[in-house]
């Protein structure tokens, strides 16, 4: 495959804004992806890709099919709601493209597996994008916990509190699904938490709710217990309707409790905590990484480079469909009240699923 990699964009909507108009134009400058195309079902959006990404107004479609049958690409960007993104996966592998997704896979476990398996069958290569573990401030506390300067991990808190109570506030779409703070919000969060853990999930417990001034169809707050593989805990609180955005977006709180240090992380404030005395700790403030860039600009970079030959970005298929079984396992636990095993929830799924094809339109 020649640089550089010729790639499709697949919506224009909030994220995609971002994606045409910061995250992809430093690799097309770099020299190491060429737009073809872009995809949206509203016309009026066709300037972000015509500005961002430099696409001729002929170059911009709502026809998908149209899209990928004028345009030969290297691989898709899928940048819409997660309930399309099997569909247009479908269609990426009848092209003999590979794909670079919006998290979460998509929107269901049993949609999950279809396209894990179907990827994998194809034999090509596909990464999702949950960005904030890639962010600056995680994967320092990642990288502080794995260098075994503080001992062994024990356990991890996790806090992400948030007020987008009023409809529309989080984008419509996410006031009108099913269990919003778990499929789009704590999405994020259990794939950090299996980053500083460095394990799978073994059990999963999850009680949510939707208080009477949350806004959302379905659940918008909970509290999550995690049992992981290697014998370290979590405990995570999620909340999209509080009175104070205390948490939010980029700003989580995560708590890693190592043998010899407490690590807190709070608002990109990293610190660790020894007790020398009882009530009396010593705390050490400590700096965060450094790098060219973060999040989604380097997820892409590193995607482009695997399909050069280099290796796969840790959001690789294989790895995410763990996040998911974990995500998913947390719906069924919220909605049955159980604790659910969640290697034997990901085996079941993957054995129960067939290939039925996607709903026929995004």
Known sequence: MPKPYRFIQVGLGLMGHAWAHTIMPRLIQMGKARPVAAVDLQPESFWKAQQGLGLPAE??????????????????????????????????????????????????MQSTCRVYQKVKAAGKKMAITLSCRFDQDMQTLERAIKSGKYGRLNYVVGRFTHN???????????????D???????????????????????????????????????????????????????????AKANACTYNGWHNEYFRAECEDGTLELHRRWLRVMRDYGWNHPLT???????????????????????????????????????????????????????????????????????????????
């Open 180 to 238: 919003p703070l778990l499929i789009e919000g704590s999405v994020h969060h259990f794939d950090i938490l299996r980053a500083f853990t460095g394990s799978d999930a073994k059990t999963v417990y999850a009680l949510t709710w939707n208080p009477p001034w949350g806004e959302f169809a379905g659940d918008s707050t909970g509290m999550v217990i995690i049992d992981m593989l290697n014998g370290t805990r979590c405990m995570y609180e999620g």
């Open 284 to 362: 050490e403030d400590l700096p965060l990484e450094q790098q060219p860039v973060w999040t989604n600009e380097w997820i892409a970079e590193m995607f482009v480079d695997w399909l050069d030959g280099g290796p796969p970005p840790a959001c690789h298929l294989d790895d995410e469909i763990q996040c998911a079984a974990l995500l998913f396992a947390a719906v069924e636990s919220a909605h049955t009240g159980k604790v659910i095993e969640v290697q034997e929830f990901l085996r079941s799924h993957l054995n129960a699923v067939g290939t039925t094809p996607a709903p026929a339109t995004v």
């Open 59 to 108: 170059k911009c479609y709502t026809d998908l099919e149209r899209a990928f049958a004028e345009n030969e690409a290297d691989f898709v960007i899928i940048v819409t709601t997660p309930a399309t993104h099997e569909l247009v996966v479908d269609i990426a592998l009848r092209y003999d493209m590979d794909i670079l997704s919006e998290k979460p896979i998509t929107d269901t």
């Open 164 to 178: 987008c109570r009023k409809f529309g506030s989080w984008g419509k779409f996410r006031h009108e699904i099913p």
